[in-house]
């Protein structure tokens, strides 16, 4: 079985930081992409960032230049640095994982509030 754990969510005050991260283990193959969504009240899960095995990225628009995405292979762990939140950041952030062969599983999620 697949886990991903996350941690790093919390209150922050507009402009502030937070730095999330989730681990994966269990019997995972190879790994095509890990990524987080986010998930606000009344709106669609959306990818926020996504890291390829290539070392290639994707931002959400609306985010891009607030955030860095990373990882540490041999940890199976993806990192997630957002920096100059808004209110509008508030949502409950998901791990996302996608393997080779096209499966993929989700964190549990963890609740990031932009408020002051």
């Known amino acids: 079985q697949v886990q991903l754990v996350e941690s790093g969510g919390g209150l922050v005050q507009p402009g502030g930081s937070l730095r999330l991260s989730c681990a994966a283990s269990?019997?995972?193959?190879?790994?095509?992409?890990m990524g987080w969504y986010r998930q606000a009240p009344g709106k669609q899960r959306e990818l926020v960032a996504r890291?390829?095995?290539?070392?290639?990225?994707y931002y959400l628009d609306s985010m891009k230049g607030r955030l860095t995405i990373s990882r540490d292979n041999a940890k199976m762990t993806v990192f997630l640095q957002m920096n100059m939140l808004k209110p509008e950041d508030t949502a409950v952030y998901y791990c996302?994982?996608?393997?080779?062969?096209?499966?993929?599983?989700w964190g549990q999620g963890t609740q990031v509030t932009v408020s002051s």
């Open positions: 996302h994982l996608l393997l080779r062969n096209t499966s993929d599983y």
């Open positions: 890291i390829f095995s290539s070392g290639s990225t």
């Open positions: 269990g019997s995972i193959s190879s790994i095509s992409a």
